[in-house]
């Protein structure tokens, strides 16, 4: 009878943990899938702005536990040639890169952080 007892207390403490792990688990997803929402409406937001300027902004959501920067800057595309990049500033556009970086809560009281980046076509600043 003990030996049976030992045996169930065994698989019990088991299942205990395999539920918790997967608890554990299910808490995450639901982080990282509120903070790629928060992402995906802070870049949608940044780069939908009429007129698209250079700006740095931050905030957090879900009380605190999600945190944002967005940045806007002018980019220039890698690997371009220096003559089309001097003839290209003579247009009235200019490509813009719409970056959101994100910060959320990891396991085992870490920090995940992720970035999403676009770029857009847009007037230049008149300076």
């Known amino acids: 009878m003990l030996a049976a007892f030992v045996v169930l207390a ?3 403490t088991a299942l205990f943990e395999l539920f918790g792990g997967a608890l554990r688990n ?3 997803a639901d982080d990282w899938n509120r903070a790629m929402l928060v992402a995906e409406s802070r870049l949608a937001e940044a780069a939908s702005a009429r007129p698209l300027r250079e700006a740095t902004e931050g905030g957090t959501e879900d009380d605190g536990r999600i945190r944002w ?3 806007v800057a002018p980019w220039d ?3 371009v040639d220096p003559e089309l990049a001097r003839v290209s ?3 009235a556009t200019r490509l813009y890169r719409v970056e ?3 910060t959320f809560p990891g396991l085992a009281n870490g920090e995940r952080r992720f970035s999403l980046a676009t770029v857009r076509v847009a007037e230049k600043d008149p300076k």
Request: aromatic residues 0%.
């Open 10 to 12: 065994l698989v019990a």
């Open 69 to 71: 920067q967005s940045r």
């Open 77 to 79: 595309a890698p690997g």
């Open 26 to 28: 299910v808490a995450a």
């Open 89 to 91: 500033e003579s247009m």
């Open 100 to 102: 959101v970086d994100v």
